[in-house]
């Protein structure tokens, strides 16, 4: 015989008789104003070993809801202060409840009220005509889909976690901020598009008089990049190292570097700028893969581009790079970018370009390190309308000092 809720009676199907049924005890959230039902409703799923929370009305359901955080919330179609539909759409909106499963109970059955409540954010229907049994079903079928739901975040919080800590060892991977070693000072900004980017640089002295930098960028975007790019990184650093005893030049390392990492399967590759300063001559000596973000700015404000027609890392077998060198004098600038700053799009998809970057340079060629390359950045980001750039972003800034010294900085640049 059915009662005034309307479910059948007072039998009560053990959840363990339901094949690949989920977890007995769950939270519920049951929002009803009619009391007979909605205590007859919660009485039956507490026997089933759930938590349940009840609501006489629309609004203090959503507070329930938002307040205990339910695997699953069974909603009454019409109900004052809040009507189920409504109920749904506010818990939607509300991202942190995505695994709440919302059944509306309702005596509608027509296709358009249903489509109505599917588009306002319901899961399931449940007719108050329904039997126990049906009711059962669909409480187990809704926090199987909660469950489900629930592991796949689990698993994507551990995944953040991982990478947060991976951005965090890509990090430790670039140069401190300061004096670098003989006459050179340097800051920087690195700004990936997602939690881990492809483009890094480094500062790697190699005596008091030598330090060795390089801008690299790898193809590609997130975890596969940015690992390609670390890796690489640490080639470079061990190549120069070796420059102790055999002085290799900028373009020999270049060519090795397109043997040992050569055009993948998939199509990923890395372009690369890397130059060698001499403290004791006051140059650098440079060779570029397929990377035009190497500018010098003189201290008379006259930018002159530090960059050679090549390709890119592995598409040539046999290197074809060339190293040139210029000399740098007290107050000159050397800036190294990706091309992530400088093709940063307008909002109608123009690109900022060079020129506007080198116009930007020279106006601000008298600021201090860390305001120059926060203004430039700042420049593109106001050119696309937005902080959020589509592409890596790092910049590295070293200016030639009048003094010897070997003091380092904080280790921190700008991000």
């Known amino acids: 015989m059915r009662n005034a ?14 094949p690949g049924c989920a977890p007995a005890t769950a939270t519920i959230v049951v929002a009803d104003d009619d009391a007979v039902s909605r205590v007859a409703t919660a009485a039956r799923l507490r ?44 818990v939607r909106r509300n991202g942190s409840l995505n695994a709440c499963y919302l059944i509306l109970l309702t005596a509608l059955d027509q296709p358009e009220q249903l489509a109505e409540g599917l588009a306002r954010g319901a899961d399931d229907f449940l007719p108050k005509s329904a039997t126990h049994h049906e009711l059962l079903a669909r409480i187990q079928a809704g926090l199987r ?9 689990a698993a994507h919080r551990l995944l953040q976690s991982e990478v947060a800590a991976a951005g965090l060892y890509v990090r430790t991977l670039l140069p401190r901020s300061g004096q670098l070693g003989a006459r050179l000072t340097c800051t920087w900004i690195y700004r990936p598009s997602l939690a881990l980017g492809g483009d890094l640089f480094i500062a790697e002295p190699t005596s008091g008089e030598v330090i060795w930098l390089a801008m690299l960028d790898a193809s590609g975007h997130g975890v596969s990049a940015a690992l390609r790019a670390a890796a690489f990184s640490t080639f470079l650093r061990q190549q120069v190292r070796l420059s102790l005893a055999n002085s290799p030049s900028p373009d020999t390392i270049l060519t090795e570097a397109g043997r040992c990492f050569p055009l993948s399967e998939e199509g990923f590759y890395f372009t690369c700028w890397l130059g ?22 003189r201290g008379n404000g006259s930018i002159e581009w530090l960059t050679t027609p090549s390709l890119p890392l592995g598409f040539l077998h046999g290197g074809g790079y060339a190293t040139a060198e210029t000399a740098l004098a007290v107050g000159d600038r050397l800036v190294l970018m990706s091309d992530g700053l400088y093709e940063a799009p307008s909002p109608s998809g123009i690109p900022w370009g060079r020129d506007r970057l080198a116009a930007i340079i020279q106006e601000h060629r008298q600021d201090s390190l860390e305001s120059f390359t926060a203004r430039l950045v700042h420049a593109a980001e106001t050119w696309m309308g937005g902080a959020a750039f589509p592409d890596d972003v790092a910049m590295f800034v070293c200016e030639v000092s009048g003094e010897r010294g070997s003091h380092r900085g904080d280790g921190s640049g700008t991000t």
């Open 5 to 18: 809720s309307g479910f059948d009676g007072d039998v009560v199907a053990p959840a363990m008789m339901w």
């Open 47 to 90: 026997r089933l070993g759930h938590r349940v929370h009840e609501a006489g009305d629309g609004r203090a359901g959503l507070a329930l809801i938002e307040g205990v955080r339910p695997d699953l919330a069974i909603l009454d179609w019409m109900m004052p202060e809040l009507d189920g539909p409504s109920v749904c759409e506010a």
């Open 145 to 153: 889909t909660s469950r489900l739901i629930q592991d796949v975040e």
């Open 276 to 297: 060698c300063w001499r403290a004791d001559c006051g140059s650098v000596s440079y060779a570029a893969a397929g990377h035009g973000g190497a500018l010098l700015l």
